[in-house]
């Protein structure tokens, strides 16, 4: 095996993991948003976007590290992507600016404070929906022909993708109210409790549902499971999630456990991407285009990774440490500047 059979491998590992720490990390922000018409009142909503205050906008680098390291390792990858979902991925990026712009003005505004409460919602719920629906798109397939894209600008709009926007919307609130039940405590931590028992049952609902609705789809992922004798190593991944579910429903009516919902839900999200990767390997476009298909050359990949060896450590540190430093709970008077 050669070089030009281990970066493709080494670059898919980049971009994946990129994207999941991207899922991980702003997907609670983005569920506080989903969550916000929930707030009791203007005060609560301020609580809960304090949480998430001081880490939430470094957020964004994983997702910059996923979209550059495919434009760089995987050109012909990025460029089917972007011409199958420039609207989703368009509409995404507009809610997160619209996103970050109602959180920061929010916080400054006085009478115009409940229209930037709307429009963080707004964004957040657009951005979180778009997410799900190019992840639909993406587990459907796509129609190519000699490695370009032959459809056209809606092909994105399915029944299915509808259903996978919609789930991970449910998904990032679940996150966002794990995210509550760890960083406060009293009357909102009673709130995010009341709210996660019912997003238990809705998510596993979702999951399922998608799941079911898999064989019926112009789609490998499906026969990955099942053709050979591939099921008896890959039923680990459902049976987790199986269990994750059991584990997670329990926590949250311990109203001692404050930090085991919201790892159960991290863990949830990363057996679900555990799936997803294992049904689509080795292709980065489903249905029919690989990691090696797709790579750019050799020397390219190479120049690109020995800056990543770098930049990499540094975005985990800088992570870590802010995470760190804001540990704890954020009480209800916690100031933001």
Not at 247 to 263: C, K, N, S, T, Y
Request: charged content about 10%.
């Amino acid at each position: 095996m050669t070089v030009e059979y281990w970066l493709p491998i080494a670059w898919f590992g980049v971009i994946g993991f990129g994207v999941l720490m991207y899922v991980l990390l702003d997907g609670f922000v983005l569920g506080l948003g989903v969550l916000a018409p929930f707030a009791e009142d203007e005060g609560q909503l301020d609580h809960m976007m304090n949480t998430a205050a001081p880490i939430w906008d470094g957020n964004e680098t994983w997702l910059v590290l996923g979209g550059a390291g495919l434009m760089a390792a995987f050109p012909k990858a990025y460029a089917i992507v972007l011409s199958a979902l420039y609207l989703p991925v368009l509409a995404m990026l507009v809610a997160l600016v619209f996103r970050g712009v109602a959180f920061e003005f929010r916080f400054k505004a006085t009478r115009s404070k409940p229209f930037w409460g709307g429009a963080f919602a707004l964004g957040s719920m657009v951005a979180a929906f778009s997410q799900g629906v190019i992840l639909g798109a993406l587990v459907e397939g796509m129609p190519l022909q000699e490695g370009k894209y032959i459809g056209g600008a809606f092909d994105w709009f399915s029944p299915f993708s509808m259903l996978t926007g919609v789930a991970v919307m449910f998904g990032y609130a679940l996150l966002g109210a794990c995210w509550l039940i760890l960083k406060t405590s009293g009357r909102m931590q009673l709130v995010a409790r009341s709210l996660t028992r019912p997003l238990v049952m809705v998510v596993v609902a979702f999951m399922g549902l998608v799941s079911t609705w898999l064989p019926f789809l112009d789609s490998r992922i499906m026969a990955r499971w099942f053709e050979g004798g591939n099921f008896w190593w890959l039923a680990p991944v459902p049976l987790l999630a199986l269990a994750n579910a059991f584990a997670l429903w329990r926590v949250v009516m311990d109203e001692e456990r404050h930090a085991a919902p919201f790892l159960l839900t991290l863990s949830f999200f990363v057996l679900g991407f555990a799936g997803l990767v294992l049904g689509i390997w080795p292709n980065i476009v489903p249905p029919s285009l690989s990691i090696w298909d797709a790579a750019s050359p050799p020397s390219s990949q190479g120049f690109v990774l020995v800056g990543l060896v770098f930049l990499l450590p540094a975005i985990l540190g800088y992570t870590w440490w802010s995470y760190s430093v804001f540990k704890g709970k954020v009480e209800a008077d916690s100031g933001y500047h």
